[in-house]
């Protein structure tokens, strides 16, 4: 996805959409993701962070957020269980939406790009479970117009094996034997979204 909005072939992103949510067991509460104390916050930090991430990759910064936290369902004190959290840059434009949830009774991966010459959809996510099915990439160009008005069918990729964390620790190695500031997950990166995440929770 990214080297594709990299490469300008779609044009500049519009917006992008992401929701994030899981079946939550009993056997959940028992683990360090019920206590305020050790997570920090619920679902948000839990999963949405990861979201979160995506959106700041893909788009750059924001500095307009808004956001609604609410703890109708399980009711742990400190320990959200659905975020809806909006975002805009001024500097560009984009916006994106966020929602982060554990009351979603079935796991949900979903990210959605929308450029001004087409769209990036990914559904589901590789996990050791497999529980938010395959991953599957559609590509949607609509520059390819055909003379009856049409457009080409979305191109599809899967991706069937995770090698994201060997090029994040590769990465991260490589910046330490050479001496060279990290491309992917610094310091500065985790501040900016903390800050994000800080906003959303109404703390700044």
């Given amino acids: 996805m990214k080297g594709i909005v990299e490469s300008g072939e779609l044009g500049r992103i519009l917006w992008m959409r992401g929701s994030y949510g899981k079946e939550v067991e009993q056997r959940v509460f028992g683990g360090w993701r019920a206590k305020k104390e050790l997570a920090g916050g619920g679902i948000m930090l839990d999963q949405g962070i990861h979201m979160l991430d995506l959106f700041l990759y893909l788009g750059g910064g924001f500095d307009e957020v808004q956001a609604m936290v609410s703890n109708l369902y399980w009711k742990i004190e400190g320990v ?20 982060s949830t554990m009351t979603q009774w079935r796991h949900l991966f979903s990210l959605e790009v929308f450029l001004e010459d087409g769209a990036l ?6 996990t050791p479970s497999g529980s938010y099915g395959d991953e599957d990439l559609a590509i949607k160009r609509n520059r390819k117009r055909h ?36 491309t992917l997950g610094s310091s500065e990166d985790a501040v900016a979204i903390m800050r994000l995440v800080d906003r959303i929770y109404g703390r700044a």
Avoid at 80 to 91: G, H, K, P
């Fill in 121 to 126: 959809v990914l559904n589901g996510l590789k």
């Fill in 80 to 99: 959200e269980d659905n975020v809806f959290a909006n975002f805009r840059s001024s500097a560009s434009g984009i916006c994106a939406s966020l929602h």
């Fill in 147 to 182: 003379v009856d008005g049409t457009f080409d069918n979305e191109e599809h990729r899967l991706y069937h094996t995770d090698r994201s964390w060997n090029y994040e620790v590769a990465q991260f190695f490589h910046s330490i034997e050479c001496g060279t500031r990290p």
